[in-house]
């Protein structure tokens, strides 16, 4: 991480559900770094807590959820601490959001321009002409051709790559210093994906923000981050610089992960995945959660919970058997 | 306009008999009520025009019908054709207001039940709930016997029977619409609730209760007609449609049958018309019906 203090610093951060079946500890005690101009990719399966950790960020955790504690510094104010009032201030100005799904993160009923309208509306003191300039500029920069006409259009009339350059268009549009992109390429098909992460990737660097990226996709987050988290049943279970983290992984279930990637060159072998599931996060047994899924486990493993620890290279991973550079699970 | 004149909407009702009939009539009551004043030369309720040698006549199509009054008269020599256009007129003015009424109080309820959810959303759902399970003109009954009769207390009782239904619609679309990513990017973007309640949820969920509105009218120009049948609905300086057929209850079957048949065919052609056109915007607003 970089010398300066981080953008975002996230400490101890704990998200719980309490819901009729038992307490649902979607995010146990995650703590992570984004340093000004980086992008933090956030990685794990399905259940894993990221998408609750970008909403804590934002504060906008609902019932039966709760922060029950951890910090989450922005710049040094800390948001858990931070009003409702506050905390309406910074959405959309300091931090925004883009969403997985643009076919639904667009209201039908209004044109583009209005919902961009809305944005600056809320977050500048521009007037009208003013703002209607800095809603064509923006729709210019992320690569919508006659912009001006555009703004009057409804989503509908724009392809599902096109709106999420809208949805990206109103996330810069406020300049944010920090973007959440949950899942932004997800429900994209494949070749507008790389055009996707490409224009967000010229969009941070253009602004200076900074960016997490969440996501389940490790093709998608290579690509994109400086660094990266990965995440299994609400903890960091290791971190570190992307090529690092991608290249020779400490813990045995990035490696899972990496693996399960399909290699095209490699046609002979079946895709290797990791076996089982998450573990049901209501009642999780003590020790190592990954453990009854992990090649490696031993009796060590059921009883005491790894800390996060150093490792090669720049990596920090909580095993009791983590791998060296270029062993394989 | 001319976007309207190619829309769906548009071809399908020209195709449709039903929806056409059904606006038809309801143009027709409409018309009669806006131009009703206009359209007869007696007032029926000025007194100083009825006569009293007038009482009873019947349609001027029988024996000893006089052509003043097409549709005969009443015990009061009051033209029954007059009094069905003014009776109309208090019918569907109730049907509307008390319509109108029912769907913004319903529709704020249910936005907030939905919306927020927890002990507000119990509170109003399970007054819904218990609503629901009497049967509607029990309640209206119920409330005019304690607030006492008049066309505003009717107006009360209407409404406080109808918001349910919208508050259940409304809150069943808003925990769907909520859930969209629109909404929660309203959020992110900073939008206060209100905000997002008003710009984002509320037209996304007003489809559906254009139909419940529409057939909503008729069944209160029903129920109202009930309550004032029963003697607590409107006064009888205000006679509504129900209130005519009740006066002329009484003499039914002495063989003046007029009295009473006339407004009760204009009630049915009312609630026939707005049950058409309902069924034909039901058909056509219904996304699973396509």
Redesign the interface.
């Known amino acids: 991480m970089s010398g300066d203090t981080p953008l975002l610093a996230v400490r101890d951060l704990r998200t719980h559900f309490h819901t009729f079946s038992g307490v649902v500890r979607a995010v146990n005690g995650v703590s992570f770094d984004v340093g000004k101009g980086e992008v933090m990719g956030l990685v794990g399966e399905s259940g894993g807590g990221k998408s609750v950790v970008g909403f804590s960020i934002?504060g906008?955790i609902d019932?039966p959820g709760k922060i029950e504690g951890g910090q989450i510094m922005l710049d040094g104010e800390d948001l858990v601490s931070a009003g409702e009032a506050r905390?309406?201030?910074?959405?959309?100005?300091e931090i925004?959001?883009v969403?997985?799904?643009p076919m639904?993160?667009?209201?039908?009923?209004?044109t583009v321009g209005r919902q961009m309208d809305?944005?600056l509306r809320?977050?500048s003191d521009l007037d009208a002409s003013a703002r209607q300039k800095a809603c064509v500029a923006m729709l210019e920069s992320v690569g919508i051709s006659r912009a001006a006409e555009r703004l009057g259009a409804y989503p509908h009339q724009f392809s599902g790559g096109m709106r999420q350059r809208v949805?990206i268009a109103?996330a810069m549009l406020a300049q944010p210093r920090l973007i959440i992109a949950d899942e932004p390429t997800t429900a994209l098909d494949v070749t507008i994906q790389s055009q996707i992460l490409k224009l967000m990737r010229a969009q941070i660097a253009d602004k200076g923000a900074s960016m997490i990226l969440i996501t389940h996709d490790l093709a998608v987050v290579s690509e994109m981050a400086d660094h990266i988290t990965v995440l299994y049943c609400g903890n960091v279970v290791e971190r570190g610089k992307t090529r690092d983290l991608i290249e020779m992984p400490a813990h045995p279930y990035t490696r899972g992960l990496i693996d399960s990637i399909p290699d095209p060159s490699n046609r002979q072998d079946r895709l290797r995945q990791i076996p089982g599931s998450v573990p049901d996060i209501r009642n999780l047994p003590k020790g190592c959660n990954f453990r009854d899924r992990c090649p490696r486990a031993q009796a060590v493993c059921r009883e005491v919970e790894p800390e996060l620890m150093a490792q090669h290279a720049t990596l920090w991973a909580a095993c009791h058997f983590p791998l060296k550079p270029g062993e394989l699970a | 306009m001319t976007t309207f004149l190619q829309s769906e909407l548009f071809h399908n009702y020209r195709r449709s008999s039903s929806a056409i009939i059904g606006s038809g009539l309801m143009a027709l009551f409409a018309f009669a009520v806006l131009a009703g004043p206009f359209l007869v030369a007696q007032d029926p309720y000025d007194i100083a025009a009825l006569n009293l040698m007038d009482s009873y006549k019947p349609p001027v199509w029988l024996e000893g019908g006089d052509p003043r009054f097409i549709l005969g008269t009443d015990g009061q020599g009051r033209d029954v054709w007059a009094s069905v256009l003014y009776g109309a007129r208090i019918s569907v003015f109730i049907g509307l207001v008390a319509m109108m009424a029912s769907c913004l109080i319903g529709t704020a309820l249910g936005l907030i039940a939905g919306f927020y959810?927890?002990i507000l959303d119990t509170v109003i759902m399970r007054i819904a709930d218990v609503q629901l399970s009497f049967p509607s003109i029990l309640i209206a009954l119920f409330l005019m016997s304690a607030v006492g009769t008049g066309v505003d207390k009717v107006l009360i009782a209407l409404t406080a029977v109808g918001w349910v239904v919208y508050a259940r619609t409304v809150r069943g679309s808003t925990l769907s619409e909520i859930e969209?990513?629109?909404v929660?990017?309203?959020?992110?973007?900073?939008?206060?609730n209100r905000k997002i309640i008003r710009?984002?949820v509320l037209?996304?969920v007003l489809t559906p209760l254009i139909v419940i509105a529409t057939i909503q009218v008729g069944t209160f120009v029903l129920i109202e007609a009930s309550l004032s049948f029963l003697g607590v609905g409107v006064p009888i300086t205000q006679p509504s449609l129900g209130l005519l057929i009740k006066n002329g209850f009484d003499v039914l079957f002495s063989g003046l049958w007029w009295t009473s048949v006339f407004p009760g065919f204009a009630i049915m052609m009312l609630v026939f018309g707005i049950n058409l056109f309902g069924d034909f915007l039901r058909d056509e607003l219904n996304p699973r019906l396509k």
Do not use: C
């Open positions: 934002l906008l019932s905390m309406r201030q910074i959405r959309g100005r925004s959001m969403f997985q799904d639904t993160s667009l209201n039908p009923l209004h809305e944005v809320l977050h949805v109103i | 959810g927890g969209k990513e629109y929660q990017a309203a959020k992110v973007a900073g939008l206060p710009k984002h037209p996304n």
